[in-house]
């Protein structure tokens, strides 16, 4: 990553001098950055309420009962995981707070959770089909409330900007969907190269 975000100012401040615009690359450099600045406060404030908001959702228990409720289809997605064990409370919570938008709860959760399938399944250091679920999971998130989609497109003048929630609905389902079900599959060809089916 460190090399990308190197190469592509380099490349570009090549093709700038090849072509004799390095002024316009000079004053796009300074211009943007002050519109990056005017984006990342703008958009502060509703982060903050929202942050808030799923703040108070946990603090009131909504994460616990969403996690309780959430136990019985993640028991089927992760079959070698213990139902009652901490690696599985770990992983409802996770969920929940990625359901509910809570991305600074959601990561420790997630990454707690990784690190008790890995010592509930020794693993060593090789992810297991469970720890590849949870990564798929992760990835590939239902949201009720997406704030940063929101924020970011209130910043930029939109007239509704949750109006893109039924979308975000249905095609973070829809790629939630295909996401596991590729990952079931993959894990099933796995095992059948193993010779364990």
């Known amino acids: 990553m460190k090399v990308i975000l190197v190469i ?4 570009s401040f ?3 001098v090849f072509n004799g615009k390095t002024g316009e690359l000079s004053e796009s450099i300074l211009s943007k950055s002050g519109e990056a600045v005017e984006l990342v406060i703008s958009i502060c404030g509703i982060m903050c309420f929202w942050s808030g908001l799923m703040r108070v959702a946990e603090k009131a ?5 969403l996690s309780r409720l959430l136990s019985v289809p993640l028991g089927k997605l992760f079959e070698n995981v213990k139902k009652d064990g901490k690696a599985m409370r770990l992983i409802c919570a996770n969920i929940a707070a990625n359901i509910l938008g809570l991305g600074n709860a ?10 008790a399938i890995s010592e509930e399944q020794n693993s060593g250091e090789y992810a297991t089909n469970d720890m590849i679920m949870l990564a798929v999971l992760n990835t590939a998130s239902l949201q009720i409330i997406p704030a940063t989609a929101a924020a970011l497109r209130e910043a930029n003048g939109a007239q509704d900007p949750m109006g893109i929630l039924p979308c975000v609905w249905i095609v973070s389902a829809y790629s939630l969907f295909i996401a596991v079900v590729s990952a ?3 894990s099933k060809i796995k095992r059948r190269k193993r010779g364990e089916l």
């Open 8 to 11: 592509i100012p380099v490349i």
């Open 14 to 16: 090549i093709f700038a």
């Open 61 to 65: 228990g909504l994460l616990e009962k």
């Open 106 to 115: 959601s990561t420790p959760l997630g990454l707690a959770a990784m690190k």
């Open 184 to 186: 079931k599959i993959m």
